[in-house]
């Protein structure tokens, strides 16, 4: 590793950059038990979503990894005036010892179920407890006095990773959501097209089905809005890591919701014009691009939504900040 | 330099699993390009969209970086 004090500047490579990044992760690590905890946590939900893909810990896994990204791109919490709860030995035992337990039974389970009833996948509700059950284990890894400091400290972290945990790639919300949800979805979208199409006629069952004079367009679950959702979330999250540190937390928290609802209202408007484009310019290239071409207007969408909300959601101190690094 | 590294292996893991949507059955004798179904279609959507949301996010955060 090269010498700092020896290099220049303009010496530093993005390589010595890198390395000099490592080396400060690596004494958080070490030094703020927050991140150790849910660093091993990360690690260890991993392994049970190898072991076990069945007990639906994906989320988790994403929410963890999100979490401990976050912890490192935040501010040193070491010299808070409490001493660093120490992760005991005994503890990190019996925390593996949960996950071994969970990830076993879910085996022996899967071994009884599928011969039997050839079901390899736990039931939606109890595939929904899989997913939290995992996280648990956590929670003896530190004394509940170091969990009240932690909460304390790190709560817009804590907060940030719930959200993803609770609402990151909603796919089967949006499935139990999707019967009063179309009917929601092909009211507002005939309700647009209705101006600008003559002779405009609307089905509601069984899929909503708006039917015009060249083209008619039914509304399916793949038309709900979730890709819009899933890119969204992607991208936020890549905003959320990268300018953590920069971030007013109340206003990134606005900005979040926010954003889903734009997004949505953004697939309404995708439907609505394809339906317009469709029955006055050309219905076959609609019909032939409508997927690529939604993904291009989801990606505008979160554009435009980027550049209206961003220097907001830095706030005037982080801008200044940033102007000065 | 550790802007477009980054932008370029984000890229790269994002693109990754939606090109290896493309290419040809192993089972086709004649290699015809496989028909992209709709679940590869919104993997290969999604990598290719994010890449250019987040491409746009990293030029736009060095803008205001750069002009404050």
Redo the contacts between chains.
């Keep these: 590793m090269p010498n700092s004090s020896i290099l220049t500047a303009p010496e530093r490579?993005?390589g010595w950059?890198?390395l000099e990044g490592v080396n400060r992760g690596m004494i958080r690590l070490r030094r703020e038990p927050a991140i150790t905890v849910f660093a091993l946590s990360f690690i260890v939900i991993c392994l049970d979503y190898i072991l076990a893909p069945g007990l639906n810990a994906f989320t988790p896994v994403l929410s963890y990894g999100l979490l401990v990204v976050l912890l490192l791109r935040g501010s040193p919490h070491a010299e808070s005036g409490q001493p660093p709860a120490s992760l005991g030995r005994w503890r990190v035992l019996f925390f593996l010892l949960l996950h071994s337990i969970l990830v076993a039974g879910f085996l022996v389970w899967q071994g009884v179920n599928t011969p039997v009833r050839n079901e390899a996948a736990l039931p939606a509700p109890a595939a929904t407890l899989a997913k939290y059950l995992v996280l648990l284990p956590t929670i003896v890894l530190l004394p509940m006095a170091a969990w009240r400091n932690l909460n304390r400290l790190y709560r817009a972290e804590f907060v940030a990773a719930a959200i993803a945990l609770l609402s990151f790639f909603p796919h089967r919300l949006f499935l139990m959501a999707w019967p009063w949800y179309s009917q929601i979805l092909g009211r507002v979208v005939h309700e647009l097209s209705r101006p600008f199409v003559a002779g405009l006629q609307y089905v509601p069952f069984p899929s909503p089905t708006l039917m015009g004079p060249h083209l008619d367009v039914t509304i399916l679950f793949?038309c709900s809005g979730l890709?819009a959702i899933?890119?969204f979330q992607?991208?936020f999250g890549?905003?959320l890591i990268?300018?953590w540190a920069f971030l007013n937390r109340r206003r990134t928290l606005a900005a979040y919701f926010g954003g889903l609802g734009f997004m949505l209202l953004a697939n309404v408007l995708r439907i609505a014009l394809l339906f317009v484009i469709g029955n006055h310019v050309a219905a076959g290239p609609v019909v032939e691009y409508h997927?690529?071409g939604?993904?291009?207007f989801?990606?505008v969408a979160?554009?435009l939504y980027?550049?209206v909300t961003?220097?907001w959601l830095?706030g005037k101190e982080a801008?200044?900040r940033?102007?000065s690094? | 330099m550790k802007k477009h590294g980054l932008a370029l292996l984000l890229a790269t893991a994002i693109l990754a699993p939606g090109l290896s949507a493309f290419g040809y059955d192993h089972d086709d004798k004649d290699k015809k390009p496989k028909k992209t179904d709709a679940a590869e279609m919104s993997i290969i959507g999604l990598a290719v969209a994010s890449t250019l949301g987040a491409g746009t996010y990293l030029a736009y955060r060095r803008k205001v970086r750069s002009r404050g």
Excluded: M, N, P
Aim: charged share 15%; glycine share 4%.
């Design positions: 490579t993005a950059h890198f793949l890709q899933k890119l992607l991208l890549l905003i990268v300018d997927v690529t939604g993904w291009i989801f990606t979160f554009c980027l550049l961003y220097r830095l801008s200044s940033l102007e690094r």
